[in-house]
């Protein structure tokens, strides 16, 4: 087992780096004098960096594919604020060789306290129907296991091991405060959904080392295969109500609020509004608060310019 010891949040200009990474992106590019070079993007537990192989290019090329972890010789630079690896050498590391968790990011917060932390709200469901539908989704432990690691999105927010049951839970606290804040409001019904509407992400996402869509996630989405699976649960509960059915189907298939944004359906009860806000609400605040801490450049109170959102982010002084 190779042991790693630097990692992309301790990279600083000058330093030598010679050490194991994830390669996330690989493609081949022309120079402005015309000599071929090799773009990387290599990634460790604690974050993402940018690499460079200005000589032999082509033939470090077909060394190794993305999704596959090498060994470098590198310096570190860098251009325009922004930290580089220049890569003199690139070896291919087997899988065997390594510890995956070295090079996946995960959540800050420990899973198993969150996945019980979030199985207290479900305890708390008095409604009968709801409650067993529940506790027939999560007492299935292939299900539970990967609801626990699934990252919440490839790349926005929460794109992380960990991060689908961190986004969760997160909404899910924030969905109790809006039931005792608002009145006729469902609450069991709003806390289901809450809690189920992005269930379907633990298909629609691959992640053993990159965060990729599967198949099933390209051609069908996470809503519609989230709805099939609730589907699944109460077709084998005798009696389930059928408005009931209804109306939390509905919050899984408005959760994304607008028909460009992917819902199949815009809210139209008071639950599926407050869970479409404040499913958007957590995503927007993770992903501000992960794009500010992932920001190298100390001596700026701004971010980086934001491609997704279109903007910078002020960090504060």
């Not at 929460?158 to 839970?169: K, P, Q, R, S």
């Not at 408005?254 to 809210?267: I, Q």
């Not at 407050?274 to 971010?303: C, P, R, Y």
Request: charged fraction near 25%; include cysteine; hydrophobic fraction near 40%.
């Amino acid at each position: 087992m190779i042991t790693k010891n630097i990692y992309v949040k301790d990279i600083e200009a000058g330093n030598k780096v010679n050490d194991t990474f994830l390669v996330t992106e690989k493609n081949m590019a022309v120079s402005q004098k015309g000599s071929p070079y090799l773009n990387l993007r290599l990634r460790d537990k604690t974050g993402e960096v940018e690499g460079r192989v200005w000589e032999n290019a082509a033939v470090l090329n077909r060394l190794f594919q993305k999704g596959d972890v090498i060994e470098i010789r590198s310096r570190a630079t860098n251009y325009r604020n922004v930290t580089q690896l220049s890569i003199a050498q690139i070896a291919k590391v087997e899988d065997a060789h390594i510890n995956l968790a070295d090079y996946s990011p995960a959540s800050k917060s420990n899973i198993d306290k969150m996945f019980e932390d979030l199985m207290k709200f479900v305890e708390e469901i008095k409604t009968p129907p709801l409650k067993e539908l529940m506790n027939a989704i999560f007492n299935d432990t292939e299900f539970s296991h990967a609801f626990k690691r699934t990252p919440a999105a490839k790349g926005l927010h929460h794109c992380y091991i960990g991060g689908l049951l961190e986004h969760t839970l997160s909404v899910t606290r924030l969905l109790d405060l809006a039931a005792d804040h608002y009145k006729q409001i469902n609450k069991d019904l709003l806390i289901t959904g809450g809690i189920l509407h992005d269930i379907g992400k633990i298909h629609e996402l691959s992640f053993m080392k990159i965060t990729d869509y599967t198949d099933r996630g390209r051609l069908i989405g996470h809503i519609v295969i989230g709805v099939e699976l609730v589907d699944e649960k109460i077709s084998s509960i005798e009696d389930f109500p059928e408005q009931l059915a209804l109306e939390l189907k509905h919050i899984l298939l408005s959760h994304h609020g607008a028909l460009e944004y992917g819902s199949p359906k815009r809210p139209k009860t008071l639950e599926a509004v407050i869970v479409n806000m404040i499913d958007d609400l957590d995503a927007k605040v993770n992903a501000f608060q992960e794009f500010i801490n992932g920001s190298s450049d100390d001596e700026s109170h701004w971010t980086p310019y934001h491609r997704l959102f279109d903007r910078f982010i002020y960090k504060g002084k």
